[in-house]
């Protein structure tokens, strides 16, 4: 799905009732910097599992008013 979007730097998913995404989506991403994720619905472990995966030159993820408690490092 995200494997085309290799250039991809900034990614805003703000706001989107979302409540899990798959693990390893983000692994041809390795030049995202940022992520937004805050105001979604993620609020299980297991909700964002080894999502961020390849992403060697992430910064910053934003999970403002989410409830997720925990997050998966690779």
Request: proline share 3%; aromatic share 6%.
């Amino acid at each position: 799905l995200m494997a085309p979007l290799v250039k991809l730097e900034f990614l805003d998913l703000e706001h989107n009732r979302i409540h899990s995404l798959p693990a390893f989506l983000l692994v041809f991403n390795t030049k995202l910097q940022s992520i937004k994720l805050r105001r979604n619905s993620f609020n299980r472990s297991k909700s964002l599992q080894k999502t961020f995966c390849g992403t060697s030159a992430l910064m910053e993820i934003d999970l403002v008013n989410t409830s997720l408690q925990s997050l998966d490092i690779c």
